[in-house]
């Protein structure tokens, strides 16, 4: 077996850091967007109004059974072609979707952990529901959520790579084209995953300082 190369790792460098800002970009927009469709999901899983449990209920349904990759494809070949988006926008969307499914339920889950007698304190104080969901619900929330919605966020940072199949030229899909242009796939290949290991131990290593910031707050 040949020695490990670690020229050719130095010289893709340049190619593999943008490829890498693309991932982190894509992750980013997606985890917002599928934070923003998880705390909407969530409410109105848990709301009073009927249509709306039953459509978040639906929601949660078809994009918790339906593969990631099977969402991309429908958000690049039929969104994307109908409005005009580009694969870097079909792939946040169809990313966005799909983990804001499992935000969903992580984040109702931990709203229903917060003691009913909170709710019944803040409606008997005269609270709306949205000053006493922002200011006290959702605080106390957050604890029981961030392990899970870490533990997701990192899985969803990781299905940034099925964005190659739609065409964009993210951290894997580079790495694949590197490795068939060199014809050193283990030097590029183990580049790409120590890069994907970096990020997602940095993100693991977050949780702790989101749980000891909100445990000084509550």
């Known amino acids: 077996m040949s020695d490990f190369d670690f020229d050719i790792i130095w010289t893709t460098w340049?190619?593999?850091?943008?490829?890498?800002?693309?991932?982190?970009?894509?992750?980013?927009?997606?985890?917002i967007l599928a934070t923003a469709i998880g705390l909407a999901v969530a409410l109105m899983r848990m709301s009073k109004i009927t249509p709306l449990r039953w459509f978040a209920a639906i929601y949660v349904w078809i994009f918790r059974g339906l593969p990631a990759l099977v969402i991309l494809f429908i958000a690049f070949f039929w969104l994307g072609n109908n409005l005009g988006l580009t694969p870097f926008q079909s792939a946040i969307l169809?990313?966005?979707?799909?983990?804001?499914?499992?935000?969903?339920?992580?984040?109702?889950a931990g709203l229903l952990a917060v003691d009913r007698g909170?709710?019944?304190?803040?409606?008997a104080l005269g609270f709306t529901k949205?000053?006493?969901?922002?200011?006290?619900?959702?605080?106390?929330?957050?604890?029981?959520?961030?392990?899970?919605?870490?533990?997701?966020?990192?899985l969803l940072f990781k299905s940034t790579s099925l964005a190659t199949v739609i065409g964009l030229n993210e951290l894997t899909g580079r790495a694949r084209q590197l490795a068939n242009s060199t014809f050193q796939p283990i030097e590029i290949l183990a580049a790409a995953g120590v890069i994907y290991l970096v990020f997602t131990s940095l993100m693991t290593l977050s949780q702790g300082f989101i749980e000891r910031r909100f445990a000084l707050k509550t």
Do not use: C
């Not at 909170?118 to 409606?123: G, H």
């Open 14 to 31: 340049p190619i593999l850091r943008d490829a890498t800002w693309i991932s982190i970009k894509l992750f980013v927009l997606s985890l």
């Open 94 to 108: 169809g990313l966005g979707v799909s983990s804001g499914a499992y935000k969903a339920e992580i984040i109702r």
């Open 118 to 123: 909170q709710y019944e304190a803040s409606e």
């Open 130 to 154: 949205v000053h006493y969901m922002r200011r006290i619900i959702i605080p106390q929330g957050i604890r029981v959520m961030v392990p899970n919605y870490v533990s997701n966020s990192t």
